[in-house]
Structure formats: structure tokens, C-alpha cells
């Protein structure tokens, strides 16, 4: 019936399409700027005048737009006065540079945009998407994936399931890429990365998105190494109107959004307004999900010289989950993935879907989390010369993720906490598996009954909340007419509540927690007593963690610019100190919950030149050097979850990058090359790992790998371009080749779940002190030894052909090579005092894909209504996005080794219908 539905709407849109008639058009194109200062302005409003057919322009100021020949266009700008011209000329008209002449009692955008590069002017790499692109392109992929046509870039969906796609960015991963949205950073405070389904609708509300690559010219007082990704939203330049869209697609997606705005009313007022809902049931399966979105952005002029912009989004969740480590090994796909989802479904297959007593849907793997971010912008022109950008804002999260709780091993030697894992090393977990290739929760209630120790199994709830504050304060002067100067503050507050809730017993009375045999009695009166770690635990009460994550983060940061039409440079510097702290409520008593303070003195220097040969050619050049903080898990402190143990070998992580480009501009014809290198000493790396006792194979303890020395090298060179050898044709591409290597051989040292230190690995034994004589070590010769997880060859081609005024077709293709597994460690395969030899992981096999789109634009009773779909895999390529491998082990020689592999999706697509008014 699905498929039935699909094909007739995309041959309706195909007739529709194919139907249409051109009239006399003329396709208008310029480039919209500050008359004073030469800067593009972003996002000002192109219309016809007199209707509400119009776009915006993108970060450069550029725009395209149709009008009807003897028709008037019009451009409106918030600060500036309105541009009309009459278009009386027929086919293609270049109007060149429009400069617009600024409002004497107007304003400038309350948005903060200090982190928008300029084409010709910004010596970084940048690449920025307007909402047309986002609109035509994005269809129901992850919003990671608008980019994945930019150099440089690998975004992925990992488990498949809603929001939980990744992004790598010159082959640093999410949590070394800032993501800020109006200038203001999102990035998780504890550990640094970002959970694409608390921003679900995010694109709905982008007026631009642009990416910096390498150090980028951002300016936050604890910058990137990767580089940045800035989305700014709608606000006071919102153009009045809205719009009601609805879309469906493969695998029961639907979505539902409204949009409407007031546009700057006389007195000062503007209002944006948007919600919508997707559900569905998932390309993978039992993915199910439902999430909602909204935003909202109120913005007042108060007079001449003050503005102020209030802005609240959010995107409250709930979906299931194939978790990131259940992938399995290719043999095991080719067996039991096509054994219960069929050839053509292999790679749907989730080994923790299932169902509990009486058919009720149960899951192991399921997120909930809604995280509003607020923010009040205040702009003040101080003079025609300084002005002063203030961001205050909060975000305040909360939420959770299943977590499975086990007492005690099975007969076999298995934990039954790892029974509730779907696989375990590419290896199929058989424990509750039904005929179907399900997951028996009915099957654990049984189990349960025959315990004399209450549940061997249960459930939590991992709760995360946080509540997070900031304030981020640009002062922008302009002095001998060609330097310009930023100075400001950022101060962020960030307290982060772990705790994990049981919510099912599973048929059980009680359930024991394990992890009470391990605190400490010289920290826990509680834990002298032996009735606490026997104690019979009920749904509603805490097991396994309980405690705070504390984050102080103060910095300042200054710039200067010198600009000319022929040269532009900037020199810039922050100084800034992060501090860490824990409160444990759960493995200590209130004489010992507050852990020791760690304090962080981090800052950077950066510098760059961009040079304009003529109006075709510019080169430019940045160089830096970064001193930043450690991540609060895994850097600050050993084992975050559990102890307050702080890490003995935490140091400032030390970035060295430059970079050189060269671009090329003409009437129909943009590209850009760029080579650069990026050094990483001192980089944070602790694994985790089990201690299996070699005779039982019995778990002992979790072991900490706290590694010291660990450098990485990043180098490449990148092309994109953009094409418009036609007015009905546009052509895009990029290449990407990287050679991202691990160039050292660090030395790992070993403790235990509660941060103490090892003298032996399989018994547990510790040793006298932290790097003491006896303090077991493993030397990991990582030297050139290939980073992992992100594809090091990338290329797209793309073409959008506009037949009429009305319909775009496009056709893209992306290509992945060099894409190697990442890498993981198992500690038995470790010896105490002895180097370990190292592999380059498995070489994953290239891939290419290519995507279509298409849309139609017509009237229905006076209001434009947008018909568009999009295929994404158009031919239902199958290949590998994902894989995990034991380094210690020569994988590159054999895929069999591989585990933790994951299929990229097949075809799917969507239809939309919008109507904008």
C-alpha cells in the first residue's frame, strides 16, 4: 500500500511538473551589501513587489530570484532603507553589487553572528548552506547530513535510529567540532559532543548554516580543533507570511510543521512562530519514534540605538534505539541478518527488538530527552563606530536512555548485565533469543522466577539532566576606517545530574545492586554495614551511579581586523580557565562527595591573511596554536561514573594547525583549494575494558586504560567548486583526500573501577601508587597507525537543472574511500611492562551513492504551494559506513575480524506538499 502511495504522488509530481508552462520570466541575480563597510548582508529579503513570491540571500549576500518581465523587485534589509528597481529586460539579468544605504534610525541584526566567515575577505575554508539547499536536499535524512557534500566531512547515522547520527570533520569526531547556533556554543559540557535528536527541527528555522573547517576565525574563548559548524535561525528579518507543509515517507514517516511570521510591525515588533511533529516507525527495525519541535523568536526595536531578540527552541523526544555497539561482524550479517530480515534486509536486523509477556512492546534501547534552549539578545549601537552584542542564555535538559542492570554471572560465566546487549564483538547474544531472531523479554521473566537472589536482570532508567548557563558579550569597534576590533566574555555554568533509576524488575521481587560491594567503607559509613550492599532494591530506587558533574568555564577573547578591497588580516587570542568537580551522592559519604577541583589555564593564538590578486583570484594563509582543557569524562577525571578519582596524567591538550588556500570567482564559475596540517599532542584517550580471570573467564573488575603521550597528525587537501555554465543549470562538487595517522607511541597505565591502580591485570591486584615501579603499563605503538571512523577519501558531483521558473530537478553523488574501522583495545590482550604491537585497522570497501530531488512550485487560490521528493540511494547501493576493530590484532589482512559493522540505509524517500502564504 506504502509503495502503491509513493509512486502515485511521484508520478502526480512528474505530470504536475512536466504539465507546467513558462511565462515571461527574467532570472535576476546580485549581490546585496552594506553600502559603508562593503559586508554581504545575510539574509535580507528579495521579493517581487507586491507579492510573496521571494527568497532570501545566503551568507554572501548573493540571491537568485524570478520576476515577470516589467515586474519591480524589491530588497529589505532591517538597518537599511528598501531597494526597488524595475526589471524591464528579458532571460538573464546580472545586477551585480547592490549596495544598500544604512537606516539613520534602523539597526543592524540583534543575531550574533561574530562566527560567519566572509567570502574574499576570511582567510579560513568555509562552505555555507542556504535554506533552499537545506530545503531541496535534506528530506528525511539527519541534519548532519545536509553537509555530507562539504570536503572534508563524514556524517553517518550509526544505529540507525532517530537523532543518532554522527559527523566527522577532517577526521575529528563530533566532540571536537563546535556547534553553535546564533553564535552560541552547544556542545556537551561534560565530554563535548552533541545528540543530533535534541535539535530535531532545527532545520525548519535556518536562515544559514555555515561550516568553518580547521581552527576557523570563531570567536569563543575555547575554540574547535576540527572545526565549527554555526547555524543562525530566523529572527527579526523573518519576512511576513508562513507556511503549513506536510510530508510523508518510507517506513511510516510522516511530518506535520507550521510556520508563521509577523514581519517588523511599525512599532517595532517581530514575531516568528514554528511547531511541527514527526513520527514514525523507522528505517531500522523497531526504531520506532516521535518527537515534536518549536521555536520562537520575539524581537523589539526600542529606539535608534537598542535592540532586543528572544529566542526559545526545543525538540522533546522519544524513539528506540539499535544501539552504536550492536553491529555485527559481516559474516554474522550475512547469516543472521538475512536468516530473519531477508537479503534485501540484512542490515535492518536489531538484535534487542522484541516483545515481553502478553505481546507488549519492550525494548533494552530507548531515549527520551527534550533540552530547550533559551537566549535573550541584546544589541546595543553605541555609535556609528562600536556596538555592543550580548547572548544570556540557559539550556536546561532532561531525560533519559534504558540501562540494563545484571546480579551475578550465568552457569557459563556470562554477566548478566551483558545478557541484555544485543552482541557482543560482532558475536549475536543467543541468551533470550527467539525463533525469529527477536529478543525474548518475555523469556527473562522466566529466568527471574528461578533466582533465590530476586532478579538476575533488570531495568533502569540512565537519567541525564543538566541544567546550563551563559553569557557570551562581543564589543565591536571600527578605528582608522580599516581595522576593526572584537573583545568579549564567555562564562558558562554547567551542572550535569547522572543517576540511574530501576523501572522494571522484570518479574522479580528485588534486585540486588552489584555495584554496592564496591564502595568504599573508609568513604561510605553506609558500606560498613553488610545488610547495605545486600539491600533489596525495589522500582523507584538508584543503583549502579548517583552523582553531579560540575563545569566552570570563564574565558575572554579579542580580535583585530585589517581590511582593504585588496588585503584583509586578523590576529586573535583568548585566554580562558576551566574548572571540574564531582558530588557523588552514591560511593561516598557527605565528609568525601565533593571530589577535588581541577583546574584548567588553557587559551589560543591565531592568525590569518587573505589576499585579493583581482577580482578572480585571492589566497590566503592561518596559522594557530591551541592550549585547551581536557574533557571532564575521561580527561579530568579516570572514571567518571563511578569515582571521584581525578585523573593523575590530565594535561592540556596542545593543536598547532595552518593552512593554505586559494580561490577563484567569475561570473559562472567559484572553487576553492585549500592543503593544511594539523598537529595534536597530549590528546585525551581512555579506554575501558573488562579483567577476565584467564582460568574462569570469569569478569573480574572493569579495567581504565589511561593513556599519556597519545599524538595524532592531520593533513589533506581539499576542492570544492560551484558551477552555472547555464541559467537553468548549476553544478556543484568537492574532492577530499586526507592522511589522518596516530604518530606516537604512548603508554598506557591500568586501574580499576575505583581510579586505583593495578599491579596486576588478571587478578586485580594493586599496585603501591599511580606510576609507581610496580603500576602495571602497556606501551601501545600507535606510530602511523591510521585514524579510524571516518572516511579519508570523499567526492561529490552534483547537477540542478531548472527547465522553467517553477521545477528543479538535481541529481548528486557522493563517494567514500579510505574509510578505515575504528579501533578499540581489549586489556586482555595487554601484558604488564610490555610494548604492544599496533595495526592499521580494516580498510572499509569504497562506496558511491548517488540522491535526487526534485521540486515544483505553482499557485493554489492566490497562495504558492511547493510539490517536492526526494530518493536518497537511488539505486539501493549496499555498503559499509561503520566498523569497529581490536587494534591489537593485524585486521587490515582479514575483514573477518572486524566487529561492530554497520550498513549504510538503502532507498528510501519522501514526498512533501508546502504551502507558503
Not at 583570484?617 to 575521561?634: K, M, Q, T
Request: proline share 2%; net charge neutral; with cysteine.
Amino acid at each position: 500500500m506504502k509503495r502503491h502511495l509513493f509512486q502515485f504522488l511521484f508520478i502526480t509530481c512528474a505530470i504536475i511538473c512536466s504539465a507546467a508552462t513558462a511565462v515571461a520570466q527574467s532570472v535576476v541575480k546580485g549581490q546585496v551589501v552594506d553600502k559603508e563597510t562593503g559586508d554581504p548582508l545575510i539574509g535580507a529579503s528579495v521579493v517581487v513587489d507586491g507579492t510573496s513570491q521571494g527568497t532570501i540571500t545566503d551568507v554572501d549576500g548573493n540571491f537568485t530570484q524570478s520576476v515577470p518581465t516589467n515586474g519591480t523587485l524589491k530588497i529589505s534589509y532591517i538597518g537599511f532603507l528598501d531597494w526597488k528597481q524595475k526589471i524591464t529586460k528579458k532571460g538573464n539579468v546580472n545586477l551585480g553589487v547592490i549596495k544598500m544605504n544604512q537606516d539613520a534610525v534602523a539597526l543592524a541584526d540583534v543575531t550574533i553572528t561574530s562566527s560567519i566567515a566572509k567570502d574574499r575577505q576570511t582567510p579560513v575554508a568555509l562552505s555555507s548552506v542556504d535554506p533552499v539547499f537545506i530545503e531541496e536536499k535534506l528530506g528525511t535524512q539527519e541534519f548532519p547530513e545536509i553537509l555530507k557534500a562539504t570536503p572534508g566531512v563524514y556524517a553517518t547515522k550509526q544505529g540507525g535510529g532517530f537523532g543518532d547520527s554522527k559527523i566527522n570533520m577532517r577526521g575529528f569526531k563530533s566532540e571536537n567540532i563546535a556547534v553553535m547556533i546564533n553564535g552560541v556554543p552547544m556542545n556537551d559540557m561534560e565530554w563535548g559532543g552533541v545528540y543530533w535528536s535534541n535539535w530535531a527541527g532545527l532545520s525548519d528555522v535556518t536562515r544559514s548554516m555555515q561550516t568553518q573547517r580547521g581552527l576557523g576565525a570563531s570567536k569563543v574563548a575555547a575554540p574547535s580543533v576540527g572545526g565549527s559548524i554555526n547555524i543562525i535561525t530566523k529572527t527579526i528579518d523573518a519576512q511576513k507570511g508562513g507556511s503549513v507543509s506536510y510530508a510523508l515517507g518510507n517506513d511510516g514517516y510522516n511530518k506535520m510543521l507550521f510556520n508563521v511570521s509577523t514581519g517588523l510591525t511599525e512599532s517595532g515588533w517581530a514575531l516568528t512562530l514554528l511547531g511541527g511533529k514527526t513520527w514514525g516507525d523507522g528505517y531500522i527495525q523497531g526504531t520506532e519514534f516521535e518527537g515534536y519541535n518549536y521555536f520562537i523568536n520575539i524581537a523589539k526595536r526600542i529606539n535608534d540605538n537598542h535592540q532586543l531578540s528572544f529566542t526559545a527552541f526545543g525538540a522533546p523526544q522519544w524513539h528506540n534505539q539499535r544501539n552504536r555497539n550492536d553491529g555485527l561482524s559481516i559474516e554474522n550479517w550475512e547469516v543472521y541478518g538475512k536468516r530473519y530480515m531477508g537479503e534485501g534486509n540484512k542490515y535492518k536486523y536489531n538484535p534487542t527488538y522484541g516483545h515481553g509477556i502478553n505481546g507488549e512492546r519492550k525494548t533494552s534501547q530507548h531515549n527520551e530527552y527534550h533540552k530547550p534552549q533559551l537566549s535573550l539578545n541584546h544589541f546595543w549601537e553605541i555609535n556609528r563606530q562600536s556596538s555592543l552584542s550580548t547572548a544570556l542564555y540557559a539550556s536546561i535538559g532532561r531525560g533519559y536512555g534504558y540501562g540494563g542492570q545484571g546480579y551475578g554471572k550465568s552457569a557459563s560465566g556470562t554477566s548478566h548485565r551483558n545478557m541484555w546487549y544485543g552482541t557482543n564483538r560482532g558475536v549475536l547474544n543467543e541468551y533470550f533469543r527467539n525463533d525469529d531472531g527477536t529478543f525474548a523479554y518475555d523469556q527473562v521473566y522466566d529466568y527471574n522466577k528461578t533466582s533465590d537472589n530476586g532478579s538476575y536482570m533488570a531495568m533502569s532508567k540512565s537519567k541525564n539532566s543538566h541544567n546550563w548557563y551563559g553569557l557570551l558579550s562581543t564589543y565591536t569597534t571600527k578605528f582608522k576606517e580599516k581595522f576593526d576590533f572584537y573583545g568579549g566574555i564567555d562564562i558558562r555554568y554547567y551542572k550535569g545530574v547522572h543517576t540511574n533509576e530501576l523501572v522494571d524488575l522484570y518479574g522479580g521481587e528485588y534486585f540486588l545492586d552489584e555495584s554496592r560491594a564496591n564502595v568504599r567503607p573508609e568513604n561510605n559509613a553506609a558500606a560498613a554495614d553488610p545488610l547495605f550492599k545486600n539491600k533489596k532494591l525495589q522500582v523507584g530506587d538508584v543503583v549502579y551511579r548517583d552523582y553531579d558533574g560540575h563545569v566552570m568555564q570563564e574565558g575572554v577573547f579579542a580580535q583585530v581586523e585589517y581590511n582593504t578591497d585588496k588585503l584583509s588580516a586578523f590576529v586573535s587570542g583568548s585566554l580562558s580557565n576551566t574548572g571540574y568537580w564531582r558530588y557523588d551522592r552514591f560511593y561516598y559519604d557527605k565528609d568525601h562527595a565533593k571530589s577535588d577541583t581541577k583546574n584548567y589555564l588553557g587559551g589560543t593564538v591565531k592568525g590569518g591573511v587573505n589576499y585579493n590578486i583581482d577580482e578572480h583570484h585571492n589566497v590566503f594563509a592561518n596559522i594557530g596554536y591551541i592550549s585547551r582543557a581536557p574533557y571532564f569524562s575521561g580527561g579530568a577525571f579516570l572514571q567518571s561514573t563511578t569515582n571521584n578519582a581525578t585523573n593523575p596524567d590530565g594535561l592540556n591538550e596542545k593543536i598547532f594547525s595552518f593552512e593554505l588556500g586559494y580561490g577563484f570567482r567569475s561570473s559562472f564559475l567559484a572553487a576553492n583549494v585549500n592543503l593544511y596540517h594539523t598537529d595534536w599532542k597530549d590528546k585525551s584517550m581512555v579506554k575501558y575494558n573488562s579483567i577476565t580471570d584467564e582460568d574462569t573467564g570469569v569478569e573480574i573488575d572493569r579495567a581504565t586504560i589511561n593513556m599519556s603521550g597519545v599524538n595524532a597528525r592531520h593533513q589533506g587537501i581539499e576542492l570544492d567548486f560551484t558551477a552555472k555554465p547555464f541559467h537553468w543549470l548549476d553544478i556543484t562538487g568537492m574532492f577530499s583526500l586526507g592522511n589522518w595517522r596516530w604518530v606516537s607511541n604512548p603508554k598506557g597505565y591500568f586501574y580499576n573501577s575505583q581510579g586505583q591502580p593495578l599491579k596486576d591485570l588478571k587478578t586485580g591486584e594493586l599496585a603501591s601508587g599511580p606510576q609507581s615501579d610496580d603500576h602495571a603499563w602497556s606501551q601501545l605503538k600507535l606510530k602511523d597507525v591510521k585514524v579510524g571512523g571516518s572516511a579519508q577519501t570523499t567526492a561529490a558531483i552534483g547537477a540542478t537543472f531548472k527547465p522553467s521558473k517553477a521545477l528543479r530537478i538535481g541529481l548528486d553523488y557522493l563517494f567514500y574511500g579510505r574509510n578505515y574501522a575504528d579501533w578499540d583495545i581489549n586489556a586482555n590482550s595487554l601484558d604488564k611492562d610490555k610494548a604492544i604491537d599496533f595495526y592499521s585497522p580494516w580498510r572499509i570497501p569504497s562506496a558511491g551513492i548517488w540522491d535526487l530531488n526534485s521540486s515544483y512550485r505553482f499557485k493554489i487560490g492566490g497562495v504558492t504551494a511547493i510539490l517536492s521528493g526526494n530518493v536518497n540511494n537511488l539505486f539501493n547501493q549496499e555498503y559499509i559506513t561503520d566498523a569497529s576493530v581490536d587494534a591489537s590484532k593485524d585486521t587490515a589482512s582479514d575483514w573477518r575480524k572486524a566487529y561492530g559493522v554497520f550498513y549504510g540505509f538503502g532507498r528510501t524517500y519522501n514526498v512533501r506538499l508546502k504551502i507558503t502564504f
